[in-house]
């Protein structure tokens, strides 16, 4: 399994950008898809999930209101929609692919990326 995270990059404060991560290697349709994301110094924090059918969508508690996870399943392909960001939001973003169900946890999740640098300037 593959995963590939673009879309990252330099964004002010308030502004919006939207990562993209594209799987193959496996049938993506029937398996949870999260985001996470690291900072310097700290712990892999949970930022979305979404579940196969992509119906169920829980977000992490610093960017409700602000983030959005969506998939594409005919083109292998999930997406993380980011809001009015925030500086605290820098970090590398991660996706990762899950089991049957999502989990907040990532050492629930198989399969990762090698994570896209989203940078927010004040």
């Known amino acids: 399994v593959q995963l590939v995270e673009s879309g990252g990059g330099l964004v002010q404060a308030g502004g919006s950008l939207k990562l993209s991560c594209a799987a193959s290697?496996?049938?993506?349709?029937?398996?949870?898809m999260g985001w996470f994301r690291q900072a310097p110094g700290k712990e892999r924090e949970f930022v979305a999930a979404?579940?196969?059918?992509?119906?169920?969508?829980p977000l992490g508690d610093n960017v409700k209101g602000r983030f959005t996870i969506s998939r594409d399943n005919a083109k292998n392909t999930v997406y993380l929609q980011m809001n009015s960001l925030k500086p605290e939001d820098t970090a590398v973003y991660y996706c990762?692919?899950?089991?049957?169900?999502?989990?907040?946890?990532?050492?629930?999740?198989?399969?990762w990326g090698q994570g896209t640098q989203v940078t927010v300037s004040s």
């Open positions: 990762a692919l899950g089991g049957n169900v999502w989990y907040k946890a990532p050492n629930k999740y198989e399969y």
């Open positions: 290697g496996r049938t993506f349709s029937g398996y949870a």
């Open positions: 979404i579940n196969y059918r992509g119906d169920n969508t």
